[in-house]
T-cell receptor, first 115, second 110 residues
């Protein structure tokens, strides 16, 4: 199993550009989520999904959209990039959901710089 | 006030030392507690889940004090390979969301 994969590894955007961060898992996990990590802030939840067709907002959802058309994929879209969105983005998955107190499996991260 | 607070460190300790980290959380409805380890420029990985009042796994001991709302991680006989950032993570029963502390950086020196 590849686990959780993320693409791209690095990305530089100009303010106002849009892009999609890809996340895929091959463990048949129902729960997937996106976090951003900024220095000294820890990981903050952006959006999450408890299954295909179901998404919900996390702590910092503004400026981001998600969809979950399949169990495997959970892309994160930046609608109009801003310098405040410069961060490291992690995707994570787990079998049932964070509410079940399970291990979260993280992808390797995407480092995004918005100029 | 952050929901999950940790001393950012760094904690600089010699090999073989015992080191302890604390973490406090603000929501008394918290149900699940974890310590994750994150190496520099890598993704977080689960170190320990904390059950009941605490548990032990080799050199690592995690304890939970619900009355005082804090979690601790004790590392005995520190190794160079223990150098990393340790993240305290709390799950609230109300939803499917994990809340992360800012992490405590540990540096083990020869």
């Amino acid at each position: 199993n590849a686990g959780v994969t993320q693409t791209p590894k690095f990305q530089v955007l100009k303010t106002g550009q849009s892009m999609t961060l890809q996340c895929a898992q091959d463990m048949n996990h129902e729960y997937m989520s996106w976090y951003r990590q900024d220095p000294g802030m820890g990981l903050r939840l952006i959006h999450y999904s408890v299954g295909a067709g179901i998404t919900d907002q996390g702590e910092v959802p503004n400026g981001y959209n998600v969809s979950r058309s399949t169990t495997e994929d959970f892309p994160l879209r930046l609608l109009s990039a801003a310098p405040s969105q410069t961060s490291v983005y992690f995707c994570a998955s787990s079998p049932l959901g964070g509410g079940q107190g399970e291990t979260q499996y993280f992808g390797p991260g995407t480092r995004l710089l918005v100029l | 006030r952050k929901e999950v607070e940790q001393d950012p460190g760094p904690f600089n300790v010699p090999e073989g030392a015992t080191v302890a980290f604390n973490c406090t959380y603000s929501n008394s409805a918290s149900q699940s507690f974890f310590w994750y380890r994150q190496d520099c420029r890598k993704e977080p990985k689960l170190l320990m889940s904390i059950y009941s009042s605490g548990n032990e796994d080799g050199r690592f001991t995690a304890q939970l004090n619900r009355a005082s709302q804090y979690i601790s991680l004790l590392i005995r006989d520190s190794k160079l390979s223990d150098s990393a950032t340790y993240l305290c993570v709390v799950n609230y029963n109300a939803g499917n969301m994990l809340t992360f502390g800012g992490g405590t950086r540990l540096m083990v020196k020869p």
